[in-house]
């Protein structure tokens, strides 16, 4: 069984910044993408980011140039940078892993407040 727990979620002002945190029960050789997705309140599961086995990475256009996907295969963990933090960033949001040939697997979420 996958686990991934998530960490940094949190309330901040607006404009300001938060880190997430996803780290994988499994090693990265299993692991295929890794990404974040955002569900506010009476709205879809969207993207966020994502980043691939090899490095790629792929953003959603309301968080271009302000949020960074990155991973550390050694910690087994991905991380998402969010600055210049929106009020309509608020939402929960949640870690997700594809494992090579498998499934995907889901973080439990983290809330994320912006107030403003």
């Known amino acids: 069984q996958v686990q991934l727990v998530e960490s940094g979620g949190g309330l901040v002002q607006a404009g300001g910044s938060l880190r997430l945190s996803c780290a994988a029960s499994?090693?990265?050789?299993?692991?295929?993408?890794m990404g974040w997705y955002r569900q506010a309140p009476g709205k879809q599961r969207e993207l966020v980011a994502a980043i691939g086995s090899g490095g790629s990475t792929n953003y959603a256009d309301s968080v271009k140039g302000r949020f960074t996907i990155s991973r550390d295969n050694a910690k087994n963990t991905v991380y998402l940078q969010m600055n210049s933090l929106k009020p309509e960033d608020t939402a929960v949001y949640y870690c997700?892993?594809?494992?090579?040939?498998?499934?995907?697997?889901w973080g439990q979420g983290t809330q994320v407040t912006v107030s403003s």
């Open positions: 997700c892993l594809d494992v090579i040939l498998g499934a995907r697997h």
């Open positions: 499994i090693t990265f050789f299993r692991i295929n993408a």
